[in-house]
């Protein structure tokens, strides 16, 4: 269609609205000029240097195991002896809740904080310092206070506001026509604010924080020290006649309780074996992506494989290297397949850059469109900022391996992708876009980009099964939380929150139950209670992940293109009313 539209240079030619080029636009100014705003204090060494030292004291309390299930303790375990069956629940004898995955400590907080006994089983050798810092938006905050004021109150001391600056959507390159209006690279299309939502709802401002900061909080106040066993992926569970439920691990351990939850992110074990899935949705792949069989050999291959590419993906934050990546890339593809997850179209390139960005003080989000692609940076908080380059492409594709002669394949590439104004040429279709992307990639090393497909799913409500309409995410005594439920896209941010807002609600169900018989009812009702919210809110991921890539396209039609724009600036505060809710 673009390339059928006629184009005339003069239209495509003139003076652009100065307008555009100003971060802070007075209807956000009066926003954050409120009293209840937070005030902003600019970057410095000092409060620098203090995120930089949480940081590390976080990461060396996870490589030492503080708060771990270890040794004796291990062995004498509650989950280890069968369950009572059957029984009325009382404080003497609470509900035994088990969590799979290391999404899941939220949930362990929500399940300890109503008296329930709890235990999290995480694949992960270690919650390492791996992965770029998390924003924790109004909405989570909310549930997290609810759910333990301790870890709240932890959480702000330690975090980064970023509501109090703007946010919004910038224009890459140079784009537009006097008929539909002219913009040069780094303009402003639509600028908004976080707060104004939040205050509305007498909620928290946005923040970020390290990941390993947040699970260290977690551990140390959301339940009691052995809580939380390393090592140890639950690979499959029975029901117990007469109520309860068996969890097997990867090593053979049986694990008893009388409720098993599956927090273990979007190749989800749990999942598979909830809803009957391809062998290859979890941590075994029994058959091809395209139905047809595979032989043992490559179903151990891609069992294998299943369980890496969780690793890397999940809440533990695990690593691989390039070389492991580039491989798994491929087989990723067979795995969503029987998993019934959806390829987003775009790989995603990300980084955490040690750097003061140009426009710190006034901007905390923001994201620069093009043609096929986009690039978004966010405050990562002491003086660092998180990036991440979506690319329109098919799945399963590589970067060349680094060798001496080609030392930084992946930097070389994205140089070309988002070549600036102030280089020759511009990328491959001749667009020269705004420095900012540059000044990002150019301050990260080549081997701190990480390079995924993204994948997310259709709601799970997408049935005629009955029995998950009626229980989107359960069955019996095990539910689904998480991207393990609802996977999306990150253009909004709420991955990570629409899992803490599942924890809290699970929680609440879960804490009105009187006797084990009632388990399978609260199960349901928390399914169906956030069923509709949280498809409404990974619809709205993965419609702006695909309009994003046509902002190109609109910029260059009459009243269309301003319309659209309109549309977008005015729906904004909207949205964002629906996120933050102080009711999940």
Not at 227 to 239: A, G
Not at 453 to 476: C, E, H, I, M
Not at 490 to 511: F, I, K, M, S, W
Request: net charge negative; hydrophobic share 40%; proline share 5%.
């Amino acid at each position: 269609l673009k390339k059928s539209l006629p184009q005339i240079p003069f239209l495509a030619s003139g003076p652009t609205n100065p307008s555009n080029k100003i971060d802070i636009p007075d209807h956000v100014a009066t926003i954050l000029a409120q009293p209840a705003a937070p005030q902003r204090v600019a970057e410095n060494d000092a409060r620098t240097a203090t995120i930089t030292a949480r940081a590390t004291a976080a990461s060396a309390d996870a490589k030492e195991l503080k708060g771990m299930l270890v040794g004796d303790e291990d062995a004498s375990a509650w989950w280890r002896s069968p369950t009572p069956g059957a029984r009325d629940i009382t404080k003497e004898e609470p509900l035994r809740v088990l969590v799979a995955g290391g999404g899941g400590l939220v949930t362990a907080a929500a399940c300890h904080a109503k008296g329930m006994k709890v235990a999290l089983f995480e694949q992960a050798s270690s919650y390492a310092p791996y992965g770029g810092p998390i924003q924790i938006q109004s909405n989570a905050l909310r549930a997290i206070q609810r759910i333990s004021p301790k870890c709240f109150e932890e959480l702000i001391a330690a975090g980064t506001v970023t509501a109090d600056r703007v946010s919004g959507l910038k224009i890459g390159y140079q784009k537009g026509n006097r008929l539909a209006g002219l913009y040069d690279a780094g303009d402003w299309l639509v600028r908004f604010d976080t707060l104004g939502p939040a205050l509305e709802a007498g909620l928290q401002p946005t923040i970020v924080v390290d990941r390993p900061v947040i699970q260290q909080i977690l551990v140390k106040h959301g339940f009691p020290t052995g809580t939380v066993r390393i090592q140890s992926r639950v690979q499959s569970y029975e029901d117990v006649k007469g109520g309860g439920v068996i969890a097997t691990l990867e090593d053979g351990t049986k694990c008893y309780a009388d409720v098993l939850v599956g927090a273990d992110g979007v190749w989800s074990q749990i999942r598979k074996n909830l809803h009957g899935l391809g062998e290859g949705a979890g941590g075994f792949a029994a058959s091809g992506a395209a139905g047809g069989a595979i032989d043992d050999k490559e179903a151990r291959k891609l069992a294998r494989d299943t369980i890496k590419i969780a690793r890397s993906s999940g809440a533990a934050g695990g690593a691989i290297d390039d070389k492991e990546a580039r491989k798994l890339a491929r087989d990723t593809i067979k795995i969503a397949a029987q998993a019934d997850r959806r390829y987003s179209g775009f790989t995603c390139y990300a980084a955490l850059a040690p750097h003061r960005a140009s426009n710190i003080e006034t901007v905390s989000y923001q994201i620069l469109l093009g043609e096929k692609k986009y690039f978004v940076s966010t405050d990562g908080g002491g003086e660092r900022q998180q990036w991440f380059a979506l690319i329109r492409e098919p799945a399963g594709g590589v970067d060349e391996e680094a060798t001496p002669e080609n030392p930084t394949p992946k930097l070389d590439r994205l140089r070309r992708e988002f070549a600036s104004i102030l280089t020759e040429g511009g990328d491959a279709d001749g667009n020269q876009w705004d420095p900012f992307a540059l000044e990002l990639i150019d301050a990260s090393d080549e081997s701190d980009i990480k390079r995924r497909d993204l994948y997310d799913g259709a709601p799970l409500l997408a049935t005629f099964d009955p029995q998950r309409l009626l229980s989107p995410w359960a069955k019996g005594s095990v539910a689904l939380c998480g991207d393990a439920a609802h996977p999306m896209m990150p253009n909004l941010g709420q991955g990570g929150c629409q899992a803490t807002e599942d924890a809290y609600r699970l929680g609440e169900e879960l804490a009105g139950v009187t006797h084990t018989g009632q388990i399978e009812g609260a199960l349901a009702k928390y399914s169906r209670v956030r069923v509709i919210r949280t498809s409404i809110i990974q619809g709205f991921a993965q419609l702006g992940s695909d309009l994003l890539v046509d902002f190109d396209l609109m910029m260059t039609i009459p009243f269309l293109g301003p319309f659209f724009l309109t549309m977008t600036q005015l729906s904004m505060p909207w949205i964002l009313r629906f996120l933050y809710t102080p009711e999940f």
